[in-house]
């Protein structure tokens, strides 16, 4: 490790991953480094709790309230903030058999869907594996798929590389797991240029920061020409961090101020962190945080 970060030899740029017209990746530099020109803009994606509204964050529940949890209102007053992806989160239970409620749902809506967009199951492996395919079925563009992990990528790769999506891969938090994820995928035939590393960290907390550094292991091994980690990397920082005690909960001390300011403000605080270590996609739950980071940039 050099002793200053100005100081390492960048070998080759972050890859480039297209969706639609976006373009996610090709960092030239680290983006904490005031001086350097050359690294990309983060982009921040909106994820909403499309198919069970009411689980959301009561925060971003009350920005949503208008909507009266209707889907095609949520995307419409989703669609006027400052989000560069819109992300639709199918939170089904554990019954296979509201699947093709959620199919019906997605098809309803694309129409009204202008934004680059994500798709995303509920992290669980038998529902996942059967849910994502079956999604990926009605879409009627190229869009981002959230997420395969070691035990459900066999079943929904080949579905996204049909359809020409770009998948994110889920590991924890570990560099070396993350590298033979990217591998597994390629050898089945996805693209690396459809690959998006998602480091699965914590929103706040021990979680953050052992995340943070893992982020930066990969930005500097992908640096160093390691074709198989110089993927773009993705980060789901509002989940993590809205569905902590802190950010969703009026019980606890005084001296943390008003639920709404704080639970926004542990967003904001995670998703710069996020940023600053090389995320280029950070995902986001609550508009407002999203346009405070992007005036920060």
């Not at 921040?44 to 208008?66: G, H, Q, R, T």
């Not at 992290?123 to 990926?136: C, M, R």
């Not at 050898?187 to 929103?203: A, Q, R, T």
Request: charged share 25%.
């Amino acid at each position: 490790m050099p002793e200053k970060m100005s100081d390492f030899e960048i070998k080759q740029p972050i890859r480039t991953v297209e969706i639609n017209s976006l373009k996610i990746g090709n960092d030239k530099s680290f983006r904490f480094l005031s001086e350097n020109s050359n690294s990309s803009k983060t982009l921040y994606a909106l994820e909403l709790d499309i198919f069970n509204p009411e689980l959301s964050n009561p925060v971003v529940k009350e920005y949503f309230s208008k909507a009266n949890s209707n889907p095609q209102q949520i995307i419409e007053l989703a669609q006027k903030t400052s989000c560069d992806i819109l992300g639709l989160k199918f939170n089904i239970d554990e019954d296979l058999g509201q699947i093709n409620q959620a199919k019906n749902l997605l098809k309803s809506l694309l129409p009204f869907i202008k934004k680059p967009l994500m798709i995303r199951g509920i992290n669980k492996t038998d529902i996942d594996s059967v849910l994502l395919p079956e999604l990926i079925s009605v879409l009627d563009r190229e869009c981002i798929i959230a997420f395969a992990s070691e035990k459900t990528y066999k079943n929904i790769v080949p579905s996204v590389i049909k359809g020409n999506h770009v998948l994110v891969l889920r590991t924890p938090i570990d560099i070396n797991l993350a590298k033979e994820m990217n591998i597994l995928t390629t050898e089945m035939g996805l693209s690396p240029d459809k690959i998006l590393i998602d480091p699965d960290m914590g929103g706040l907390g021990y979680g953050l920061e052992y995340g943070y550094s893992i982020m930066e292991r990969i930005k500097l091994a992908g640096f160093d020409g390691d074709s198989m980690l110089n993927m773009p990397i993705i980060a789901f920082a509002g989940e993590e961090t809205l569905k902590t005690k802190e950010a969703k909960t009026e019980e606890i001390s005084s001296s943390w101020g008003d639920l709404n300011h704080r639970a926004i403000m542990l967003e904001i605080t995670a998703g710069s962190a996020i940023s600053a270590a090389g995320a280029n996609i950070v995902v986001l739950n609550h508009p407002k945080s999203i346009e405070t980071l992007k005036g920060l940039d």
